[in-house]
């Protein structure tokens, strides 16, 4: 009989989860536990490690993807205006072994499908998650905090949609021998989405409450008065982005250790941010990774 070896096992794949708990952080951001019988096969390789999360339909009806090999085709193929509407999510913390992954949703008004779901989920409540396969050898990517080793300075500038990346990265760098000199600026909605971080003596945090401002616009000004070393070299031309038409990624993994930068938050804010850095105070586009999360007015998914 001939041997038939079994397909080797994709990157990503499906995953179906209940909502087991939703936990109030800050007056904007919840923390969702969801549980599902195969969560125990759900890998996450960095604290910014991307997850896309189906919701319930037009109609209200959860999401009930089959799970086979080919369901990504299936789901493109059905029509924009009846399928699950799908977003892109953080895995905050996976308990594998519980069975048991946080999701950190920013609750900010029924305007789209995942904060409408949010605001008004009930325990019980089934989703879908498209999430890392523990089982795929090798690193299947869909994160982008790629540090230098022996990383000496960071700037992280971002906003509420990227503070449970942040969050993670601190606790990461946190438990290091010897973190590195971190400066961070995180813009919030109001004064009462502060929570608390992991922090060490070279780590210099700043809350910045948006009140009811322009989104990002804290950001920008961050970005012009962080401390950031300057390349000896002309700056290069940057390649234009519509930030209302696609999506702002320009990421790098070539930087070396003297210093790296990790922002992410509204695409314009990002846009001017990139600009702002790299054209005018001349930092090395190599070590810096620019995000654009959401995109104000704009559904980007
Ligand atoms: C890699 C990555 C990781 C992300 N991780 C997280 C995460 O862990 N937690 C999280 O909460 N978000 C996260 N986001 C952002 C999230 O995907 C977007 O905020 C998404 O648009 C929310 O979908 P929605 O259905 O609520 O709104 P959409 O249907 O996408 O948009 C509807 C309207 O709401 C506006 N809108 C969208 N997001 C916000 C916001 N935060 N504040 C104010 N207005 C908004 C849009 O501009 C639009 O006008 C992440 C995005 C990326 C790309």
Redesign the pocket.
């Known amino acids: 009989m001939p041997q038939h070896a079994s397909p080797p096992a994709s990157p990503y794949r499906l995953f179906d989860v209940a909502l087991k708990d939703k936990t109030p952080l800050s007056a ?2 919840w923390r969702f536990t969801f549980e599902g019988p195969e969560v125990g096969q759900m890998a996450t390789l960095a604290p ?1 490690q ?1 997850i896309k999360i189906f ?1 319930p339909d037009p109609q209200g009806r959860p999401p009930a993807m089959a799970i086979t090999p080919d369901w990504y085709a299936r789901y493109k193929k059905q029509d924009v205006e009846t399928r699950p ?1 799908m ?6 913390a996976l308990r594998a072994a519980a069975g048991e992954v946080d ?7 029924e ?8 605001t008004r989920a009930q325990p019980g409540e089934r989703l879908q998650l498209m999430a890392p396969n523990a089982a795929f050898e090798g690193d299947g990517g869909g994160y ?1 905090w790629k540090p230098p080793r022996g990383l000496q300075r960071l700037l992280l500038i971002a ?7 942040v969050a993670g990265i601190l606790e990461e760098l946190a438990a290091l021998p010897a973190p590195p000199e971190t400066q961070l600026f995180i813009e919030v ?1 109001d004064q009462d989405d502060e929570i608390p971080l992991a922090t060490w003596p070279g780590l210099a945090a700043e809350w910045m409450a948006r009140n009811l401002g322009a ?1 990002g616009a804290l950001m920008i000004a961050a970005a012009q008065r962080a401390v950031v070393p300057s390349a000896a070299r002309a700056a290069p031309a940057l390649a234009e982005v519509d930030v209302d038409e696609g ?1 702002l990624w320009d990421v790098s993994a070539a930087g070396d250790a003297g210093f790296y930068g990790w922002v ?1 938050g ?1 695409a314009a804010a990002v846009l001017a941010i990139r600009r702002l850095l790299i054209t005018e105070r001349k930092v090395d586009k190599a070590s810096l990774n620019l ?11």
């Not at 906003?159 to 990346?165: H, K, R, V």
Request: net charge negative; charged share 25%.
């Open positions: 904007h951001l910014d991307r919701f509407p977003r892109t999510y953080t895995i905050r999701v950190d949703f920013v609750l900010h008004g305007t789209g499908p995942a904060s409408t779901w949010a982008e906003d509420e949609t990227a503070l449970p990346a909605p989104p999506i992410a509204e995000m654009g999360y959401w995109r104000e007015g704009r559904v980007l998914d």
